[in-house]
């Protein structure tokens, strides 16, 4: 069972913004911990997009934005491209459980 | 370029261990930057973290997991290895390894995955 909470799916057409929220509590992202995000392709292992809620590794697109409120986090997708479609994870640090956790997913459709 | 290979049975049965290897290449496994992690996803489902390594030994476990899973390092043959005991079905995923950036900053590189069927 995922401790973080997202939408099951978002879609846009190309060129179009599409936003995914990931929802936490008071033990995971309301209590500081960072946020990363990921995608995966069919098929194929996650590719860590944004790190520490915000950050792209190198080779990362800018067109992927990551922001992070009080009990949850944003990842934004500008100027959708078709090669956009996968699904996308959260993931953070759970106190309470006392390790990483992901939300349930997000699939991305574009239309 | 780091790059990470998973192997082991494909199969195994009910009750037994599922043990699985990775092998780290391109990269040393003995950076003390970095943790190395074991997550899986069964079809269709989402990820779950299994737990973690550092080259010190140190570890971090999935609570819901902890009782049964032991994970290695190997830094003469850069790898680390991962022991799941008294599988069942639910145990049936893709289990994947991956390198984690140091403290919770998440995972940057990853292998390709591997399947593994807990079937009679």
């Known amino acids: 069972q995922s401790v973080l909470t997202q939408p099951p799916s978002v879609s846009g057409a190309p060129g179009q913004r599409v936003t995914i929220s990931c929802t936490g509590s008071?033990?995971?992202?309301?209590?500081?911990?960072?946020v990363h995000w990921y995608q995966q392709l069919p098929g194929a292992a996650p590719k860590l997009l944004i790190s520490g809620n915000s950050n792209r590794p190198s080779g990362v697109p800018e067109r992927y934005v990551g922001s992070k409120s009080v009990t949850s986090a944003s990842l934004a997708i500008t100027g959708l491209q078709a090669e956009d479609e996968a699904d996308y994870y959260c993931q953070t640090y759970d106190s309470s459980l006392s390790g990483y956790v992901f939300g349930t997913g997000t699939k991305v459709t574009v239309l | 370029q780091v790059q990470l290979q998973e192997s082991g049975p494909g199969l195994v049965k009910p009750s037994q261990t599922l043990s699985l290897t990775c092998t780290v290449s391109g990269g040393s496994i003995s950076s003390s930057n970095h943790y190395w992690s074991w997550f899986r996803q069964p079809a269709g489902k989402g990820l779950e973290w299994i737990g973690r390594i550092q080259t010190s030994g140190s570890t971090n476990y999935n609570l819901s997991l902890k009782s049964r899973v032991t994970i290695s390092i190997d830094t003469s043959k850069n790898q680390l290895s991962l022991k799941l005991t008294s599988v069942t079905a639910a145990d049936t995923a893709v289990y994947f390894c991956a390198r984690d950036l140091s403290g919770w900053y998440g995972s940057d590189y990853w292998g390709q995955g591997t399947l593994v069927t807990v079937s009679s």
């Open positions: 008071s033990s995971n992202i309301g209590a500081g911990y960072d």
